[in-house]
């Protein structure tokens, strides 16, 4: 299979505990976005890279989150001092595109649901 | 934020039935593209269709969008069980280089055998 990957699927911890994820997206894809989705919502934006460069964070990104592309190869979203309202499903999505814009329909995981207890 | 807005909520209909999806959204695109996601899943892209066109068609979909009221919708012709999932409207902002996606709050579809 040579969709997006994401790992765990699932991920259960206690408030106050670290906690992260990994996406692989399709290999020759050299944009990665981070998303979360929240129950009976759409996804909402968290972050964006462009092959190692993390271009934009969204405000819903507290400190608390971090996020990275080594190589513009696979990402890794990390939450620290986790809080009940983090629980959601985080998907990761990947694209590619020569020239600026988004004319390009993104290609999504099947996402980490995280459950905060 | 979320941009757009899907309608209805809720669509419930018979195997066969046709199934009308409406998006509505706030601010200038370069394109608006619809998705779909299976309970549990990701989500799975249908159908992009960029600000300068009106209508486009793949096998049993057909999206149009209107610019000038801000709306799309989404037509699944002779529905089947297995198109039971939630759909969701998701737009690329004009201007923007970022390609970053906007989504609704997505209609679910439920199509009886």
């Known amino acids: 299979d040579t969709g997006v990957s994401q790992d765990p699927r699932h991920k259960i911890t206690k408030r106050g505990q670290n906690v992260t994820f990994r996406c692989d997206p399709i290999?020759?894809?050299?944009?990665l976005y981070w998303y979360r989705q929240t129950l009976g919502q759409g996804p909402e934006f968290l972050t964006y890279?462009?092959?190692?460069?993390?271009?934009?964070k969204s405000r819903l990104l507290s400190d608390r989150f971090s996020a990275e592309r080594p190589k513009g190869s696979f990402s890794t979203l990390e939450i620290q001092r986790t809080e009940q309202g983090d629980s959601a499903m985080y998907l990761c999505a990947s694209s590619f595109t020569s020239s600026p814009g988004g004319n390009q329909p993104q290609h999504f995981g099947d996402g980490t649901r995280l459950s905060i207890l | 934020s979320q941009q757009g807005e899907e309608d209805p909520q809720a669509l419930s209909i018979q195997e066969g039935e046709n199934a009308t999806m409406n998006c509505s959204y706030k601010t200038s695109i370069n394109n608006l593209q619809w998705y779909r996601q299976n309970s549990g899943r990701g989500l799975v892209h249908l159908i992009l269709i960029r600000s300068n066109e009106r209508e486009k068609h793949s096998g049993r979909l057909r999206v149009t969008l209107d610019t000038s009221k801000k709306s799309s919708s989404l037509l699944i012709t002779a529905s089947r069980a297995a198109d039971t999932a939630s759909y969701f409207c998701a737009t690329a902002d004009r201007g923007s280089t970022l390609g970053r996606l906007y989504f609704g709050r997505g209609t679910q579809l439920t199509v009886w055998p």
């Open positions: 890279f462009q092959n190692e460069a993390q271009l934009e």
């Open positions: 290999s020759e894809h050299n944009r």
